[in-house]
């Protein structure tokens, strides 16, 4: 039996990819913080509630990305997957105790750390692969390493493209790092999940207009990551930009000498 963890598996996409694998007979580790909305995952599993468990954790926080992997690490010999579909949206400039935008820590920085904590488990998998979920990208975002990881002055839109950029280099770092590591990048496209909450009322109404014509539902959003989970191979990191659209997925193509200043960085701000 295969385990995987998915970072985020309490609800939205992250839920929906915890039911595909325990439906196929793997088990499951969610991570998350809302114990009430993780009870009500788990009843949701029917038969295959005994092959899911929960871990509690606050992944913005490094004390938090430790606890996890110590959990996993003790509860498992090894991990097949892991897939990081942590996000949030927020107005204005939201820190985590430790001074870093919350939007990084929890879609960038949490899952370097987590990883980086995991990758001996990991490689102890036949076929070890890393999902993470991203914004849509036309091409590789720049980094900004010198205001790595406090970038002070930006705001949420202005984080977006540093983040998903950090994210898309740190799959190519991965996927070049060991051999036998899949590493790729998931857009789901416009899905109606709890993430939006606490997004600036322009953009609840803005996505709430076009879901009609340009919005994926939870199974549709659910696909790839899946799949990438299952079947993701090769030695290059890659990105499926359209969700459901398994085969149209493109290399990870990015800048050597940004990808290994960001890598730095990451090292230095989580001590992995």
């Known amino acids: 039996m295969r385990t995987f963890v998915v970072a985020g598996g309490n609800s939205g996409i992250g839920l929906q990819v915890s039911r595909n694998l325990l439906g196929g007979g793997d088990r499951v580790i ?17 038969a295959s509630r005994e092959r899911a468990e929960f871990h509690s954790v606050d992944l913005s926080r490094s004390a938090g990305v430790r606890d996890a992997a110590d959990h996993i690490r003790t509860s498992s010999d090894r991990v097949d997957g892991l897939l990081h579909s942590t996000g949030v949206i927020y ?45 849509y990208m036309r091409k590789v975002p720049e980094v900004d390493v010198a205001r790595f990881p ?40 416009l899905v109606k999940t709890d993430i939006f909450r606490d997004a600036p009322r ?6 709430a207009a076009m879901r009609p014509f340009v919005g994926n539902d939870i199974t549709t ?20 930009r359209k969700a459901a659209s398994f085969d149209d997925q493109t290399t990870v193509n990015v800048d050597p000498t940004i990808q290994q200043a960001l890598m730095d960085a990451s090292r230095i701000a989580t001590g992995v």
Not at 202 to 207: A, D, G, N
Request: glycine share 10%; proline share 5%; charged share 15%.
């Open 150 to 189: 406090e970038f002070r002055g930006l705001s949420f839109r202005q984080l977006i493209p540093q983040v998903n950029g950090a994210v898309m280099h740190y799959a190519a770092h991965l996927a070049a790092s060991h051999e036998r590591l899949f590493a790729g990048v998931v857009c789901p496209g």
């Open 91 to 135: 107005d204005g400039d939201v820190r985590t105790a430790e001074g870093i935008p919350l939007f990084l820590a929890v879609s960038y920085l949490g899952r370097y750390h987590l990883t980086q904590l995991l990758l001996p488990h990991l490689l102890k998998s036949p076929s070890p692969r890393v999902i993470m979920m991203g914004s």
């Open 30 to 46: 969610i991570l998350g913080r809302d114990q009430r909305k993780a009870e009500a995952a788990l009843d949701s599993f029917g």
């Open 221 to 240: 959003a659910a696909a790839n990551p899946t799949r990438a989970l299952l079947e993701g191979s090769g030695r290059t990191a890659m990105y499926w």
């Open 202 to 207: 322009s953009m609840r109404v803005m996505t």
